[in-house]
């Protein structure tokens, strides 16, 4: 069912743990399942990811595609790290069963989400300004 390559990233993942003080940090919830990913990241001066770091509390496919991404956009800009797609990370892995694909999504919007909450602090501040008004 899974390829050799999924099997490989969701026993030994990569990047997995924690950046303390990270300047970029995402989460996404999956709403398809209630998994959750959360990804940490360091740029240097060029915008470049210097270091990235995943915890994923979900299936093995969210673990495998969470290993991979970290290692697709390490040494990528922001803005090429923001064009990664769902497909891409499938595809870097040999494939994922179709009732998984949805599981690499979880992967893909944590990197943009991590990426969107540090071009848009304000935005940020002001939705969660408006959740707490709620
Ligand atoms: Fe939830 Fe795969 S089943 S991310």
Redesign the pocket.
């Known amino acids: 069912m899974y390829s050799d390559k999924v099997m490989d990233h969701f026993q030994n993942p990569r990047n997995m743990g924690k950046i303390e003080d990270a300047d970029l940090v995402g989460e996404v919830g ?1 709403p ?4 959750i ?1 959360k990804i940490y990241i360091d740029i240097d001066e060029n915008e470049e990811i210097k270091d990235i770091k995943f915890n ?1 509390f ?5 673990v495998a ?1 969470s290993s991979m991404v970290t290692e697709l956009v390490k040494g990528k800009t922001l803005d090429e790290a923001m064009d990664i797609t769902n497909e891409e990370i499938a595809e870097a892995l040999d494939g994922l069963p179709p009732a ?1 694909m ?2 690499s ?2 992967a893909a919007d944590a990197v943009k989400d991590a990426i969107e909450k540090y071009r848009n602090p304000e935005e940020q501040t002001s939705e969660q300004e408006e959740t707490v008004a709620e």
């Open positions: 999956n398809t399942c209630g998994d990913m994923t979900g299936c093995g496919a969210a595609t998984k949805h599981c999504n979880l």
